[in-house]
């Protein structure tokens, strides 16, 4: 009986060694085929830039009107209406590029005091109407003009709201396209020269990927850029940036 314990002792003892054995060289494998990877990879990442203008705004502008009865409140806004259309196309614009949107109604009321100066409620005051125009045209220096001086309108009774134009460019695709290609080919010069001082051979495109893009109001530097990509609107000279990352293998 004393035997068999001993026996079953041992053989323990020895599964126990093996064990331990190969988990350590499994490790120092595991550590070896790593650091071999680490060694025999290199990596740059190239960007590229390009200047541009925009050819495509989009100013949008708002006007209301406010009257006691509807009837007379909606006469007051198709009135208005006209009045801007007739100076936006008598400013060069073409009645395409011209949307006017549907006229948002609402009613007003006013506080009621007391002689005291008490707040005793509300009463009906009246209906305040709105009606949104939006410009979408490649005129841009007339919109410009146009968005910049609405002095007109308002001598006529207007009362016109103007949003600053939007700026867009419609050759954005192809730009970005000719920017991942010019950026690819800066990061592969990166990896040449680096390979080459270091004596090193480089073999087979082993990972690469793409940054996000930015595009910032020109001259405006790197601290516009955003983490998820910028998108300027504001500006009609923009810079558009991307940069593009590869990897390689060594031989």
């Known amino acids: 009986m004393e ?23 499994a490790i120092a494998f595991g550590l070896a085929h790593f650091r071999s990877e680490s060694v025999h990879t290199i990596a740059a990442t190239g960007s590229a830039s390009v200047d541009f203008e925009s050819d495509l705004v989009i100013w949008r502008g708002s006007f209301s009107a406010a009257a006691y009865t509807s009837q007379a409140a ?9 009045l801007v259309k007739k100076y936006l196309t ?11 949107n549907s006229v948002d109604i609402s009613t007003t009321f006013r506080d009621i ?3 005291n ?23 841009i220096d007339t919109v410009d003009m146009i968005s910049r001086d609405i002095s ?52 087979k495109l082993m990972n690469s990927s793409l940054g996000v893009f930015q595009i910032t109001a020109r001259n405006s530097g790197t601290g ?16 558009a940036t991307i940069t593009v990352r590869l990897e390689y293998d060594l031989k």
Request: charged share 25%; proline share 1%; with cysteine.
């Open 3 to 25: 035997q068999n314990t001993k026996k079953s002792s041992w053989i323990s003892s020895l599964i126990i060694g093996l064990s331990i054995i190969i988990s350590c060289s």
């Open 74 to 82: 909606y006469d007051k806004i198709k009135k208005d209406a006209n």
């Open 90 to 100: 008598s400013n060069g614009l073409n009645e395409s590029e011209i949307v006017f």
């Open 113 to 115: 005091y007391d002689d």
């Open 117 to 139: 100066g008490n707040y005793t409620g509300q009463e009906f005051n009246g209906y305040n109407l709105t009606q949104s125009v939006v410009i979408t045209s490649s005129n």
């Open 152 to 203: 007109s309108l308002l001598d006529q009774g207007v009362e016109f709201t103007s949003d600053s134009p939007e700026y867009y460019y419609t050759g954005l695709d192809e730009l970005k396209l000719d920017l991942i290609d010019k950026a690819s080919v800066n990061a592969k010069d990166r990896i040449d020269i680096i390979a080459k001082n270091s004596g090193a051979n480089i073999g």
């Open 224 to 239: 516009s850029y955003s983490y998820d990509g910028a998108f300027d609107t504001s500006s009609r000279d923009k810079t």
